[in-house]
């Protein structure tokens, strides 16, 4: 459905831009994630502070009171939020998964010979 102020190449415009902000998006939590290593070894994970333990608690509570009360409803048959209770679990596992990444496992660089088995 096309709103009927607004032609079909605006609504393609919007929609590439999302596109284009969420690439950009992933692209900067990405960068976040994996740093700028490209020495060669294993390389020890940033120190994490109390802010981050602290944080780290409270997604995992808001998973666990998101799962509590998405199994609550999901018996007593109303669906009415079911979608927005599993779309704040994936959003806070992924958010708690990162940040364990992040903070608590060090990174390691290996590097291989490239054989592309290329003749020249």
Same mark, same amino acid.
């Given at each position: ?6 032609? #079909? ?29 490209? #020495? ?20 995992? #509570?808001?998973?666990?009171?998101? #799962? ?53």
């Amino acid at each position: 459905m096309i709103v009927e102020h607004l032609d #079909a190449y605006e609504v393609a415009l919007v929609i590439w831009s999302f596109l284009f902000g969420l690439l950009g998006l992933q692209g900067l939590i990405s960068t976040f994630l994996e740093g700028e290593v490209d #020495a060669v070894g294993t390389h020890p994970e940033p120190k994490s502070s109390l802010v981050v333990v602290v944080l780290m608690a409270a997604l995992t #509570a808001v998973i666990m009171w998101s #799962a509590w009360t998405f199994t609550q409803q999901l018996l007593l048959g109303s669906s009415e939020t079911l979608g927005w209770l599993a779309a704040l679990i994936a959003l806070a596992m992924s958010a708690l998964i990162g940040l364990y990444r992040r903070y608590f496992i060090p990174d390691e660089v290996i590097a291989q010979a490239r054989d592309d088995e290329v003749p020249w």
